[in-house]
């Protein structure tokens, strides 16, 4: 080193060591924070970022200076983050692919459509044989998929004379939303996500985030207070406005209580109540 040489010669190497050290601190200290950052994510162009840092961590540990074995300590923890990234990155991309054969499926379950179903077993068997979060989910829905074919291939039934249909009464359509309201209840206290989407078919990318707060929770209570309940005219679509109150209990941590007012949206699309909104 050229301070080396400085104090050889008899010469006060204190000052360029001084301004090595600065440099090295500088450096290391921008390549950490990028680690710091890039480590977080789930994008796969970060695992090759992370690559590139090491090469410049490597470079301080070459260089024997002063923050030489600190640059080594992060030279040997890039190859464990970059793992990591790569991990996450693997495990976005399967929920999306996860999400989007669930979607496709519950279309394929409301248009009674039979190729489209084949699909989406086809879609959920390979996600039974990776063995991954959703396996135990994907083989639910699988038997649902063989339910709804081996319906769906039975001969039809003989045609009978027409009748004029009779329109739902009020009280009957108002005692079934209620009954979905309760419903809607128990799957927040049973923390079942599965259990809502049934009475719930369209919540579409909720589902996600809903799973997430019912797996995070050690419990939940969940209480409705009905404050009106409108049907239409037809019996074929009803509102309910009401109060809720959730006390969320996350794992671990102490109950967070929320209040507030929803509104609840229904329709019967194939002659059975579902719920369609909850705002």
Known sequence: MKANLIQQN?????????????????????????????????????????GNL?????SIADGAGPRSEEAKNFVNN??????????RA??????????????????????NDKSSLEAARTGFQSIVQAGGVHAGEAQK????????????NQPPPPVAPPVKPEQPSGSGAKDAV????????????QRNARALQQIWPTMGNRY?????AFDSASSIKMHVQTESVDVAPDGATATVTAQ????????????????GKTVFRFARPNGNWVIVDVE
Do not use: C, W
């Open 10 to 50: 008899g010469g006060d190497a204190g000052t360029l060591v001084s301004e090595i050290d600065q440099a090295e601190h500088s450096r290391l200290t921008q390549l950490e924070s990028q680690f710091n950052q890039l480590k977080q994510s789930d994008d796969d162009a970060a695992a090759q970022q992370l």
């Open 54 to 58: 090491q090469r410049g961590f490597q």
């Open 78 to 87: 890039v190859p464990a983050a970059i793992r990591e990234v790569h991990d």
């Open 90 to 111: 693997a495990n976005k991309r399967a929920e999306a692919a996860y999400q989007q054969i669930v979607a496709k499926y519950q279309q394929a379950m409301g248009a």
């Open 141 to 152: 829905y699988l038997e649902d998929i063989d339910n709804k074919l081996a319906a769906l």
């Open 178 to 189: 209620l009954a979905l309201i309760k419903s809607y209840e128990q799957a927040y206290d």
């Open 208 to 212: 996600a985030g809903l799973k997430n």
């Open 244 to 259: 809720f109150a959730e006390e969320y209990t996350p794992r671990g941590e102490k109950p967070k209580s929320v209040k």
